[in-house]
Every structure is written in structure tokens, then in C-alpha cells.
């Protein structure tokens, strides 16, 4: 999750990008990001919203949930010398729920 305050007042698309970015700030330092969901909750002072033109509209603070599949840097690099052993080279991820 992220959140901002809104100085202005109206939600602008830099507001929404600060959010963002708040929101996957806070992985730990030997984290990488390997997916990230393309679908997100925002909440506008404290109201889910539906749509997502957020920009222009009035508010205080804006709140992010965003889905992120993260791995610790050290062990996708496990991972990639596994596949090297093994004669393969990962070009790609494939993320299924199960």
C-alpha cells in the first residue's frame, strides 16, 4: 500500500505516479519486483473508488493497494544458476494463481 496528501487539492497525474511509487517503495533493499498487478485499489479520502480517471477530482489523501509478486535478489539469482545447470536460460516468468 501508498499513500499521499493531495496539497493542491485536486488530484493531479503526478499525485497519482507519487502514490505509485509509494506504494512499491516500500520492498526491501534486495527485493525484485518480478510482477506487478495491472489492476489497483484507490481510495480517495477514505472511499474505494470505481473508476480510475482519479485526476481532477478534489481530495486530501490518496491511497494505493497494489498487488506486487517480489523475490529476494539473491534467491532469483539461485534460481538462474539452477536453470544455467541445468542447460536453460530464463528469458521470462509465467505467474498463475493456483
Known amino acids: 500500500t501508498g499513500m499521499v496528501a493531495i496539497p ?3 488530484i493531479t497525474a503526478s499525485d497519482v505516479g507519487r502514490v505509485l511509487e509509494a506504494a512499491m517503495s516500500l520492498l526491501c533493499k534486495d527485493d525484485v519486483i ?6 489497483c485499489s484507490f481510495v480517495v479520502d477514505g472511499v474505494m473508488q470505481t473508476e480510475f480517471m482519479l485526476i481532477g477530482m478534489p ?3 490518496l491511497d494505493v493497494t497494489v498487488a506486487l509478486v517480489r523475490i529476494n535478489e539473491g534467491m532469483l539469482q539461485r534460481w538462474r544458476d539452477w536453470a544455467t545447470a541445468l542447460g536453460r536460460n530464463i528469458v521470462a516468468w ?4 493456483l
Open 59 to 61: 481530495a486530501t489523501r
Open 8 to 10: 493542491s487539492g485536486i
Open 34 to 39: 518480478m510482477h506487478a498487478s495491472p489492476t
Open 94 to 97: 509465467r505467474i498463475e494463481a
